[in-house]
């Protein structure tokens, strides 16, 4: 069974920076997407980034130059460098994976920015 683990939440000043990691635990088809999804209070969860198993990064508009999503295959993990945080990054962030006819979500991470 997958399952998928976030952590590196927590509180920041704006301007701050914090790094989100996404382990994946269990047997899972190499070929998959993994994406960093957040919602707000009172929110629609939403995209903020996902990279597929090529590398290739997609981003939300209100993350671009910021936020960067990366990945590391042999430890299947997924990693998202926040920088710049404003407080309407407050949310909680969910990890995601898409693989061959299956999806799967964390938890999730709470983070926290300051104004």
């Known amino acids: 069974q997958v399952h998928l683990m976030e952590s590196g939440g927590g509180f920041v000043q704006a301007g701050g920076s914090l790094r989100l990691s996404c382990t994946v635990s269990?047997?899972?088809?190499?070929?998959?997407?993994m994406g960093w999804y957040r919602q707000a209070p009172g929110e629609q969860r939403e995209l903020v980034a996902v990279?597929?198993?090529?590398?290739?990064?997609t981003y939300a508009d209100s993350v671009k130059g910021r936020f960067t999503i990366s990945r590391d295959n042999p430890k299947k993990t997924a990693y998202l460098q926040m920088n710049s945080l404003k407080p309407e990054d407050s949310a909680v962030y969910y990890c995601?994976?898409?693989?061959?006819?299956?999806?799967?979500w964390g938890k999730g991470t709470l983070v926290t920015v300051s104004s």
């Open positions: 269990g047997s899972i088809f190499p070929a998959y997407t």
């Open positions: 990279i597929n198993n090529f590398g290739m990064p």
């Open positions: 995601k994976l898409v693989a061959v006819k299956m999806t799967y």
